[in-house]
Every structure is written in structure tokens, then in C-alpha cells.
């Protein structure tokens, strides 16, 4: 589909070398901030690494990757035509819908042309003198730009596991974020899958159902409560489309972009059958209610959250035949809705299945890679396939990938080695313009919301700029340090914030990555909109503006 596609409108050519701005990446955040850029009348370019448009929805092509919000909260709200044209097929659109959808967008708004692809950025250093950014690609080729804006994506670094003998293994081998384009087949084959986030989740499902052997490696049992996806009618259709506008106020005014909202009183509050009954209720809805739209307290209060888990706990039980297995199933170590909630959709009885086994890595560590398969303390197992659903170097990692350099020569990665520092999560002080669309100490949650949201204040601030012939814009230290100190207040006493996660800065493979960090901003969407509304208002006072 990408080829044919490609075909379709001519990507941008190697010639041109200086523009008012670079982006990089051409994902959900790139595309956006390229037509806002357009409208500005500004010349732009966009490198993409990967050979066609989409970024998380062009990589992540595993069996099983789909949405978890839901399809017609996801997409982007800018343009009444585009809303009025694209036809939502799923509730829960899986990764070939959302390719195709990105795709249609660009072409529609015929962004292509200053999008180059197949095109790694390796470096980006600040020039004083030109108040500009050089801009280095993989082929040593170098541009220039008054702004650079990185659309990068928070979990687009993938990450191999740290385990002896990874590159001996004969058999073949995927990282799901690294999903081959061509088909891959698992019938007749003994296959492994080590992690078990939402990613794995997902992909083991799927492949359970043509796998001739499916053998799990799990480290960190996780809550997951059912998607209950479905296809959307034509009537649902002509529905979404004419409550647009409601739909996306709503996810406006929700902590994290979604289209549900917390229940207002707290789970203690109430009788032990209303709190089960509105439980039950939530786990046969829908989409992320039971995680966003549970009791307010149930995220925030540790008694609140032991009832929820306990309960949790019970329907896993009920959905595994084999007690032994499904206590393997049920978190111990955190509770619900502590790490990143994922979505499922029949995972717990995938275990029924008799050509799958549960391995417990908490009892039986995995010892080695070996060249036939995975060698744990107990036994060495036999694979055809090994497939790494073992996640990323979320937020900052795809930023420690390019060598980004501001005043000085300062290093954004050294910068950061002890926690992000930023002014809004857009602005890093001694990085005069540079931008991020979705950096750390952003706010997480419904992904486009947030994005064009953030890209168009990122946009403001570049038209204010330039209406005002500023050559140069930076947070100044004492914002940024304003900024860090009030996303690390957010954080404080938050549960989620006692357990390892991509979310709290964790990555086991990774050295320097062992320590938890304050990765994102945790005072909801609309306390976060005000923030930055209220710089804007006030003219940048914040900045240091030349
Ligand atoms: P993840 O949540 O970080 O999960 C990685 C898994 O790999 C964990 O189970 C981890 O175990 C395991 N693992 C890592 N190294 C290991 C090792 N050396 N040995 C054994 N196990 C190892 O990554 P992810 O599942 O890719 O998901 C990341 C995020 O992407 C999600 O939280 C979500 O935000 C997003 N996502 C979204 C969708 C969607 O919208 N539908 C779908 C997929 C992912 P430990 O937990 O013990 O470290």
C-alpha cells in the first residue's frame, strides 16, 4: 500500500538547503505542524526516517496494533472537509486504517512534496552568529533553518533487551516496533514473545490464533481490562460526524484528551454493590472509561485503588482455567492503572489455548539468547520465531538519538542526563528556536488533541516572530526552571509515580535509565492549555527574544 501510494505525489527532492523551518518526523505532530507551517507562507521541510508518512502508525505494523481511543477522538479536528469526508471503519481503528487516514491527509493537503523520506537527522547544532539551526542527515548532507520543530514522537526509540546471546539466534527475529512490511506467517511455527505491555498484548493475541506454538515470556503481569471494539455503522457514522464538535470539546475538558471523564465521587463513598455494579459497567464499555472515567479517586487514593485492583484481580481469574496460570496473570508488584492501562481483546484466554504457555520470568528468569531459541533457568526452549515486544526509550529517547546542540555547543542529551528541563515541555532554555510538538513534560494522553494544541502555540510563536522580526526566541533558565518545578509539583504524591514505567522514566535495558524520573507534565490538559494560553497572552514575557 505505502508504494503505491508514494507513487501517487512526488515526495520532496535533495535540492533546496535552506528553509524558514525544519521539522523532523513525518508522524501524527510532523504532518500537522507542515500544514500549519504552509499557512504561514513559510518555506518548510520535513525529514522522515521511515519511506512514507504515519510515524508511530507506519512503524508499528505487528499483528494486532491497534487504537485504543477511540478511532473518531483520534483524528484530527482541523478541517471540516476532512472530517466530512473520512469514513471511520472501526470504533477502534487498527494500524492499516490509521496508515491509510494519515495518508489520505497528506495527500489532501498535498504535503508530500515537502516531506523527504528515507532521511535519518543525526545532528542539529545551534549557529550564533545566524541565529539559525544546521541540520545534518545520515548522508552528511547539511540544511539550515531559522526554526527547527521535532515532531518525534515520545515512543519511537525502540529498545532490544539486554540479553547474552540476542545476535546468535538463527531463526528469525522482529521488534514489533520494526514490524516487517511483507507478511509475516506463524502457522506451523514455534513462536516466542517476550514482553507483555500494551504491544504485546495485542500481538499476542493475534498470533495465537495461527501460531502452531506460542510460548510467553512475561516480567510484569499487567491490568488489562477489554477494548470492545467494533465496526462503525454507516448510522454511527452520520452520528460522529454530526457531534463533532461536542466530541472534541468533551476531550478538551478531560485530563488527558479523551472522550471520558472521571466519575465525580470517590469509590469509598459509595456502597460495595453500586461501586461493583459501576465497575462491571465500565469493563463492559468501550474504550479507556474504566481507566479515565473510573471513581476520582480510584488513580489517586491507595484504598480506593486495592478495591479496584482486587476486583480486577477476580475477573482475570474468571477468564483462566487454570488457577496456577491465571495468578501468574494478576499484577502483583503495582496496582491498577499505575503503569499505562492496556486495551484487550480476548488476551486472558489466549491462555486456555492449548498451543500457548505462560512463562513467568519472575520464577524462571531468561538466562540467554541461545541460536535455537531462549534459555531460561529452568530450560532451554526451542523457537522458530522470536518476536520483542520489549517496548522503548520513551520520551526522551528519540531526542537522545540526534546530536542536538544549542548555545555553546551545550548538549540537549547532557543537558537533560538528570531529568528534562523545558519551559512548557515545547522550549529548552540555551536552545533559542527550537521546538518540540510533544516533548517530555508534555501533558500524555489522546495523542492529535494534544498535538494540535501544541503545534499550534508552537505555530503563534513562530508567526509572532516573525511579525515582530525576531530572529531569535528561547525560554529564559528561570522559566524553564519555573516550568520543571511545577511539572515535578503535578507528580508529587501521584501514585503512578511509585512504580517503574516507561511513563516514570524506567527502561531496564538501558543504562542511565534505572532511576526514576518526572518524564511528563501530570496536571491535566486544561490546567496545561492555561499555562501556555497565558504566555501567549501576555506577549512571551517569559522569553528571551532578540
Ligand atoms: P512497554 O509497555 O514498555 O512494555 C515492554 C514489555 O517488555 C514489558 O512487559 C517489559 O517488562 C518487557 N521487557 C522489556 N525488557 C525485557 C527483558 N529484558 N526481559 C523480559 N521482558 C522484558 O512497551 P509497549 O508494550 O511497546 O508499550 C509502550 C506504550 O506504547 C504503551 O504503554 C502505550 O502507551 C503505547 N502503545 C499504544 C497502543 C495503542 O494505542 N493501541 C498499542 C501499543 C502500545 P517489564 O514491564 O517487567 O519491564
Given at each position: 500500500?505505502?508504494?503505491?501510494?508514494?507513487?501517487t505525489?512526488?515526495?520532496?527532492?535533495?535540492?533546496?538547503?535552506?528553509?524558514?523551518?525544519?521539522v523532523?518526523?513525518?508522524?501524527?505532530?510532523?504532518?500537522?505542524?507542515?500544514y500549519?507551517?504552509?499557512?504561514?507562507?513559510?518555506?518548510?521541510?520535513?525529514?522522515?526516517?521511515?519511506?512514507?508518512v504515519g510515524g508511530t502508525?507506519?512503524?508499528?505494523?505487528?499483528?494486532?496494533?491497534?487504537?485504543?481511543?477511540?478511532?473518531?477522538?483520534?483524528?484530527?479536528s482541523?478541517?471540516?472537509?476532512?472530517?466530512?469526508?473520512?469514513?471511520?471503519e472501526?470504533?477502534?481503528?487498527?494500524?492499516?486504517?490509521?496508515?491509510?487516514?494519515?495518508?489520505?491527509?497528506?495527500?489532501?493537503?498535498?504535503?508530500?512534496?515537502?516531506?523527504?523520506?528515507?532521511t535519518?537527522?543525526t545532528?542539529?547544532?545551534?549557529?550564533?552568529?545566524?541565529?539559525?539551526w544546521?541540520?545534518?542527515?545520515?548522508?552528511?548532507?547539511?540544511?539550515?533553518?531559522?526554526?527547527?520543530?521535532?515532531?518525534?514522537?515520545?515512543?519511537?526509540?525502540s529498545?532490544?533487551?539486554r540479553?547474552?546471546?540476542?545476535?546468535t539466534?538463527?531463526?528469525?527475529?522482529?521488534?514489533?516496533h520494526?514490524?516487517?512490511?511483507?507478511?509475516?506467517?506463524?502457522?506451523g511455527?514455534?513462536?516466542a514473545?517476550?514482553?507483555?505491555?500494551?504491544?504485546?498484548?495485542q500481538a499476542?493475541?493475534?498470533?495465537a490464533?495461527?501460531?502452531g506454538?506460542?510460548?510467553?515470556?512475561?516480567?510484569?503481569?499487567?491490568?488489562?481490562?477489554?477494548?470492545?471494539?467494533?465496526?462503525?455503522?454507516p448510522?454511527?457514522?452520520?452520528d460522529?460526524r454530526?457531534?463533532?464538535?461536542?466530541?472534541?470539546?468533551?476531550?478538551?475538558?478531560?485530563?488527558?484528551?479523551?472522550?471520558?471523564?472521571?466519575?465525580?465521587?470517590?469509590?469509598l463513598?459509595v456502597?460495595?454493590?453500586?461501586r461493583?455494579?459501576?465497575?462491571?459497567?465500565?469493563?463492559?464499555?468501550?474504550?479507556?472509561?474504566?481507566?479515565?472515567?473510573?471513581?476520582?479517586?480510584?488513580?489517586?487514593?491507595?484504598?480506593?485503588?486495592?478495591?479496584?485492583?482486587?476486583?480486577?484481580?477476580?475477573?482475570?481469574?474468571?477468564?483462566?482455567?487454570?488457577?496456577?496460570?491465571?495468578d501468574k496473570?494478576?499484577?502483583?508488584?503495582?496496582?491498577?492503572?499505575?503503569?499505562?492501562?492496556?486495551?484487550?481483546?480476548?488476551?486472558?484466554?489466549?491462555?486456555?489455548q492449548?498451543n500457548?504457555?505462560?512463562v513467568?520470568?519472575?520464577?524462571?528468569?531468561?538466562?540467554?539468547?541461545?541460536?535455537?531459541?531462549?534459555?531460561?533457568?529452568?530450560?532451554?526452549?526451542?523457537?522458530?520465531?522470536?518476536?520483542y515486544?520489549?517496548?522503548f526509550?520513551a520520551?526522551?529517547?528519540?531526542?537522545?538519538?540526534?546530536?542536538?546542540?544549542?548555545?555553546?555547543g551545550?548538549?540537549?542529551k547532557?543537558?537533560?542526563?538528570?531529568?528534562?528541563?523545558?519551559m512548557l515541555?515545547?522550549?529548552?532554555d540555551?536552545?533559542?528556536?527550537?521546538?518540540?510538538?510533544?516533548?517530555?513534560h508534555?501533558?500524555?494522553?489522546n495523542?492529535?488533541?494534544?498535538?494540535?494544541?501544541?503545534?499550534?502555540?508552537?505555530?503563534?510563536?513562530?508567526r509572532?516572530?516573525?511579525?515582530n522580526?525576531?530572529t531569535?526566541?528561547?525560554a529564559?533558565p528561570?522559566?524553564?526552571?519555573?516550568w520543571t518545578?511545577?511539572?515535578?509539583?503535578t507528580?508529587?504524591?501521584l501514585?503512578?509515580?511509585?512504580?517503574?514505567s516507561?511513563?516514570?522514566?524506567?527502561?531496564?535495558?538501558l543504562?542511565?535509565?534505572?532511576?526514576?524520573?518526572?518524564?511528563?507534565?501530570?496536571?491535566?490538559?486544561?490546567?496545561?492549555?492555561?499555562?501556555?494560553?497565558?504566555?501567549?497572552?501576555?506577549?512571551?514575557?517569559?522569553?528571551?527574544v532578540?
Amino acid at each position: 500500500m505505502n508504494d503505491v501510494m508514494e507513487a501517487t505525489r512526488e515526495p520532496a527532492t535533495k535540492a533546496a538547503t535552506d528553509f524558514d523551518a525544519i521539522v523532523i518526523g513525518a508522524g501524527v505532530s510532523g504532518l500537522y505542524q507542515l500544514y500549519r507551517l504552509r499557512e504561514l507562507g513559510m518555506t518548510a521541510r520535513v525529514f522522515e526516517a521511515g519511506s512514507n508518512v504515519g510515524g508511530t502508525w507506519y512503524w508499528n505494523r505487528y499483528p494486532g496494533a491497534r487504537f485504543d481511543s477511540e478511532s473518531w477522538t483520534y483524528g484530527y479536528s482541523f478541517s471540516q472537509e476532512l472530517l466530512d469526508e473520512w469514513n471511520w471503519e472501526e470504533h477502534f481503528a487498527a494500524q492499516p486504517e490509521t496508515e491509510r487516514y494519515l495518508n489520505y491527509v497528506t495527500d489532501k493537503f498535498d504535503l508530500r512534496r515537502d516531506i523527504q523520506f528515507r532521511t535519518t537527522v543525526t545532528a542539529a547544532h545551534y549557529q550564533e552568529a545566524e541565529s539559525c539551526w544546521k541540520v545534518t542527515l545520515h548522508d552528511g548532507s547539511q540544511h539550515t533553518s531559522r526554526f527547527l520543530v521535532t515532531a518525534v514522537g515520545v515512543l519511537s526509540a525502540s529498545v532490544l533487551p539486554r540479553i547474552p546471546g540476542i545476535d546468535t539466534f538463527k531463526g528469525e527475529s522482529f521488534h514489533t516496533h520494526n514490524w516487517p512490511k511483507a507478511p509475516v506467517s506463524f502457522a506451523g511455527k514455534r513462536v516466542a514473545v517476550i514482553g507483555t505491555g500494551a504491544t504485546g498484548i495485542q500481538a499476542i493475541t493475534e498470533i495465537a490464533k495461527t501460531a502452531g506454538h506460542l510460548t510467553v515470556f512475561q516480567r510484569t503481569a499487567q491490568w488489562s481490562a477489554p477494548l470492545h471494539n467494533s465496526k462503525v455503522t454507516p448510522e454511527e457514522m452520520a452520528d460522529i460526524r454530526k457531534n463533532y464538535a461536542d466530541i472534541f470539546a468533551k476531550c478538551q475538558e478531560t485530563v488527558g484528551c479523551f472522550i471520558h471523564a472521571a466519575d465525580p465521587r470517590s469509590a469509598l463513598e459509595v456502597t460495595q454493590e453500586e461501586r461493583e455494579a459501576f465497575w462491571e459497567k465500565r469493563y463492559g464499555e468501550p474504550g479507556f472509561g474504566i481507566w479515565m472515567g473510573n471513581f476520582r479517586d480510584v488513580l489517586m487514593d491507595r484504598e480506593a485503588n486495592k478495591l479496584m485492583s482486587d476486583w480486577l484481580a477476580n475477573k482475570i481469574r474468571a477468564r483462566v482455567n487454570d488457577p496456577a496460570v491465571a495468578d501468574k496473570l494478576v499484577p502483583k508488584n503495582h496496582g491498577f492503572g499505575m503503569r499505562r492501562v492496556p486495551l484487550e481483546s480476548g488476551y486472558f484466554e489466549v491462555y486456555n489455548q492449548p498451543n500457548v504457555k505462560l512463562v513467568d520470568l519472575l520464577e524462571t528468569p531468561i538466562e540467554s539468547i541461545t541460536p535455537d531459541g531462549i534459555r531460561t533457568t529452568d530450560v532451554e526452549y526451542e523457537f522458530d520465531m522470536i518476536i520483542y515486544a520489549t517496548g522503548f526509550d520513551a520520551i526522551t529517547g528519540a531526542f537522545d538519538q540526534i546530536d542536538i546542540r544549542g548555545v555553546g555547543g551545550v548538549s540537549l542529551k547532557e543537558k537533560w542526563a538528570d531529568g528534562p528541563v523545558t519551559m512548557l515541555g515545547i522550549l529548552v532554555d540555551g536552545f533559542p528556536n527550537f521546538m518540540m510538538v510533544m516533548g517530555p513534560h508534555a501533558g500524555l494522553g489522546n495523542f492529535p488533541r494534544a498535538v494540535e494544541y501544541t503545534s499550534d502555540w508552537v505555530t503563534a510563536l513562530i508567526r509572532h516572530a516573525r511579525d515582530n522580526g525576531l530572529t531569535r526566541v528561547d525560554a529564559t533558565p528561570a522559566a524553564a526552571k519555573d516550568w520543571t518545578d511545577h511539572v515535578i509539583e503535578t507528580n508529587e504524591g501521584l501514585l503512578f509515580t511509585e512504580v517503574d514505567s516507561w511513563m516514570t522514566g524506567i527502561n531496564r535495558n538501558l543504562e542511565g535509565k534505572q532511576v526514576r524520573r518526572v518524564m511528563r507534565y501530570s496536571g491535566g490538559h486544561p490546567a496545561f492549555r492555561q499555562r501556555c494560553d497565558a504566555v501567549a497572552e501576555g506577549g512571551y514575557r517569559e522569553l528571551a527574544v532578540s
